[in-house]
């Protein structure tokens, strides 16, 4: 009887496991860029630094283009949370000071960001591993859910 408990409880574990993997796999974060940009290899400091546009170019030299996710959407917060390390509030605080210093602005926000790397040169961005279609963008960076 034990050993017939013990097996049963080991076949629930093992067949909830692959359903438990794919469902955390499923919410990690891809950072993307359009087909054509030169990346190399990024680390989670230089995808930063794209977004927050202190690193302007790609090693070819052409122009990077950071696309953000709509503000406010969970997406938007795990990366802001994740890659930024910032608050919301932290976030747009940043955005001013750069306005006022340098006139930057804001990324510009898509509900499609997937869409608009695709179609956008020097284009980087991200999206969740559940919503990433083969062939539209490279994955330069995985970002784990958790």
């Known amino acids: ?7 049963a409880a080991a076949l629930v574990i093992a067949l909830a ?11 990690d974060i891809l950072i993307v860029a359009n087909p054509s940009a030169d ?9 930063r630094d794209m ?12 122009k990077v283009v950071p696309l953000n996710v709509t503000d406010g ?5 795990d990366f802001r949370n994740k890659v930024l ?3 919301s509030e932290e976030e747009k605080s ?5 306005k ?28 969740y591993r559940s919503q990433f279609k083969e062939g539209t963008a490279k994955v330069l960076l995985v970002i784990p859910a958790g």
């Open 1 to 7: 009887m034990r050993i017939a408990t013990t097996v």
């Open 17 to 27: 496991l692959p359903s438990l993997a794919s469902a955390e796999s499923q919410s």
């Open 39 to 47: 990346a190399g290899r990024l680390s989670l400091a230089d995808v």
């Open 51 to 62: 977004f927050l546009k202190k690193r302007t170019s790609w090693p070819s030299g052409a």
């Open 73 to 77: 959407s969970r997406l938007r917060n």
């Open 85 to 87: 390390g910032m608050t």
């Open 94 to 98: 940043y955005w001013q000071e750069r």
């Open 100 to 127: 006022i210093k340098a006139g930057e602005s804001t990324p510009s926000e898509f509900g499609d960001t997937l869409r608009a790397v695709f179609k956008m040169r020097g284009a980087i961005g991200y999206v």
